[in-house]
C-alpha cells in the first residue's frame, strides 16, 4: 500500500473473506464504542461519507446504501396491494424505514435488539433516516425480533428483515423457526423481505434460507442487486408471500401510482433482478 | 487491519479511488516486472487464485475473472447471425479470446500492445486462456489497436475491445477516432463490445463512450453486470451494431445452438443488464 498511511491506523476495513480487505480511508471517527451485543463504529471517510459498521462489517455508507435499502424494500411493499401495517425486524440506522414510509402505509413498526444502534443513527446519520425515527407513524420497539415476533400473530401486511450476517447477534434471523414466526406474524397476503448475503461467498447462506422458506410460503422469490459496499457488490434478497404475486404491469401502476422516487430500484430493475445466473441457480433448484 | 500481515507485505492491493483500497492475501508472487508500457504483477493469492494487475489494477483472478469475459463477449457474438471473423483489442490474458472461440469463428485476431502479457498469460494463466493462443484460428499480433484497424477496412464481423481503463496505455480505445476506426474495420453488419468502467466511480467514462458511439453507430446498447473483483462489483460494457439487433427468442435459439456452456451469461442474463437503474439512466439520456 502506497502513501503515508496505512490500514489500522486511519482507515476503517472489513475483512471480507480470509485474505480479502476492504478498506476506506477515516477522515475523522465520530463513534467508537462497544454495545451489550456488538462493536459499532461510525467514520467519517474520504471517499463514501459517513460509514457504519459493526463488528467490522460494514453496514452502510451515505454514498451508497441508497442499492440496498431500495432493493430491499420497495419490491416487498409494491408486491403487496395496500401494505398498512409493516413490520422491520433489525434496521436500527433507520434507511429502510425510510423507504417504508414513502408506501401508503398506517403503522410501521422497527423492531432492533440493539438500541445503541438507533441512538447513534438518530444523532450522526439524518442523511440515512431522514426524521423516520420521528414520523408519527413509527414505533421503535427495543427488543430481539425472535422474541417479539410471536406475541404478534397475523398482525402484519409486510415484514422486512434488514439483518446483519448469520454471525453474532443476527443469526437466529436466519433459522426456520424465526421464518415460521414471521408467516404467524403476516396477515394471510402477508409477504417477507430479507437479504441473504452474497451468492458468491456465502453460497449455503442463501441455499439454507431458500429452502426454509419454501417449505414455509408458497411463494419465494430470489433476486439480485449490487450493494457497491458489501462483499463481492453482488447481493441477493429473497421475497416470500403466501399469495401469488402481481403482475409486472400492476407493479409499474402501483410505482406510478405512489409516486417513488428512487435511484435503483424500479419495477422492471426488480423483474430483471430476479433473472438468477447458471451458478446462481444452481444453487437455487428444488 | 488485524493478522501479522499489512497490505503492502504480503498483499496485492488496488487503489480503487482516493481513500479506497481493495487488497489479497498475496501465497507467493510469481511475476513482477516492469514491461515497456505498464507494471506487470501476478500473485497466487489465498481467496482469488491467481491474480494479474497491470499498474497496480485488477486485470483478473482465477476465481472470477469468468463474470467479466462472458458478459464481454457473449452478447455481441450472439447477437452476430454468423461471427466468422472476430478482433480482440486487448485482451492479452486470452480469457475474452476463449469465450470468442466457442462460437462458430473461422478465424480470429487478438491485437495486443503489451507482448509481455501474452507471455506471461500463456506461462501463468492456463486456467484463463486454456490453451486459445494455440488454437489454430488464432492470430496473435504485437501492436497498438489503433495502429492495426485503419489497415483492415471492412474485414471483422465482431471487434471486442478488451481494454484496462482510460489511463496509461489503454487511453486511445476510448476516443472517438478509435470508435470510427472499429467502424471502418467492421463488415456492414459488424458489432462491437468494449467495457466502460464503473457507472458509480466513472460516470464519465460511460458517458462519453455511449455519446461517442451514437455519433457513429445506429444501435447503440449499454448493459451492466456484476464482477466482483473490479471497483464497486458493478461494471459497464457496450454493444453497438451497425444494424438492429436479433429478438430475444433468436438469442436463445442461437445460445442453445451453439451449445454455450456459461457460468453467469445467458440471453436472459444480457436482457436482464440492458435495464438500467435511475442513476445511470441519467447519464445516458441523450
New interface residues.
Partial sequence: ??GGR???ED?V?E?Q?????????VKKWLVRRRTPYQALDLAE????GRVLTLDGKFMLSER?EFFYHEMLVHPALLCHPSPERVLVVGGGDGGALREVLRHPVKNAVLVEIDEAVVEVSKEWLPSVHQGSFQDPRVEIIIAPGEKFLPAHPGEFDVIIVDSTDPIGPGAALFESPFFRACHEALRKDGILSLQAGSP?LWPSELQGVVQALRTIFPVVVPY?G???LYP???WSYVLASAVSLPSQEELERRFSARRLS?????P??F???Q?I???VEALLSP
Avoid: K
Fill in positions: 500500500m502506497t496505512r490500514p489500522g482507515w476495513c475483512e473473506a480470509p485474505g480479502v480487505w476492504f478498506c476506506l480511508g471517510t474520504e471517499s463514501h451508497d458468491l439480485l449490487f450493494v457497491p463481492t457488490g453482488m428512487t435511484r435503483y430500484f424500479t422492471a430493475i423483474q430483471a433482478a433473472v445466473p447458471p451458478f
